[in-house]
């Protein structure tokens, strides 16, 4: 009888994707924040040529980051880098010619097309909520980011809803700090005293208890 072993399974390391994630996530929300304010090109104008930015680096580059950290075992990043990855690959593809979606908005009314608007910012926060209060043990730079992305967030439905031109700019300004926090995690995770003079703070003020397992406190016995 013919026995046919397989190989043993080679284990395949993969470094830290959190700081592909977050600079991405980082970098595109600062942008978009900025003309959803109205710096520099005026409210509501300018938010179009995000397209690419939308599509290739906070959609394609976070989702595969999302991807990276599912493969090393970390659930929680995971979820939050490829369901905001493919958020931000959907909005791209929403502002892309050709694509129909430009065409299919604008046959809705307005006021149609804005609570739309305010609809699909409701459900993301309620995620960023759940992803919030994941965060609570964590460090004071992750809770500062998810505080200022579910405020964004919140801000802009509310001024979906309502068509307040002012509410809507509130949010985006706190989509403005909240990118500004992505990128200063991942900076954070960058710069360390293997490549710089100093880790930056991030504010640690959580210490979990660690729990003992049973097995080995038999042993111990």
């Not at 992505?182 to 640690?204: D, H, K, Q, R």
Request: aromatic share 14%.
């Amino acid at each position: 009888e013919i026995r046919i072993i397989a190989p043993p399974v080679q284990f395949r390391r993969f470094g830290n994707a959190a700081a592909l994630g977050l600079i991405t996530f980082g970098i595109c929300t600062v942008q978009q924040s900025m003309m959803d304010a109205g710096i520099s090109v005026g409210y509501g104008h300018g938010t179009n040529s995000m397209a690419g930015q939308s599509i290739a680096v906070a959609g394609v580059a976070q989702f595969a980051a999302g991807l990276w950290q599912i493969a090393n075992g970390d659930t929680f990043e995971g979820a939050a880098f490829t369901s905001f990855g493919a958020s931000w690959f959907a909005k791209g593809l929403a502002q892309f010619p050709g694509s129909g979606v430009i065409a299919y908005q604008e046959s809705e009314s307005p006021e149609v097309a804005r609570k739309q608007r305010g609809i699909i910012a409701l459900t993301w926060g309620i995620w960023v909520f759940i992803l919030l209060a994941g965060n609570v043990k964590s460090h004071v730079a992750n809770i500062v980011l998810f505080s200022t992305l579910n405020l964004e967030i919140d801000f802009e439905c509310a001024g979906a809803w309502t068509g307040n031109e002012r509410i809507t700019k509130a949010g985006a300004w706190f989509g403005f700090f909240c990118g500004l926090s992505a990128m200063y995690n991942a900076a954070a995770i960058l710069l360390n005293e293997e490549n710089f003079w100093f880790n930056l703070p991030v504010g640690n003020w959580y210490t979990p208890v660690p729990i003992q397992d049973e097995e080995a406190a038999i042993y111990d016995e």
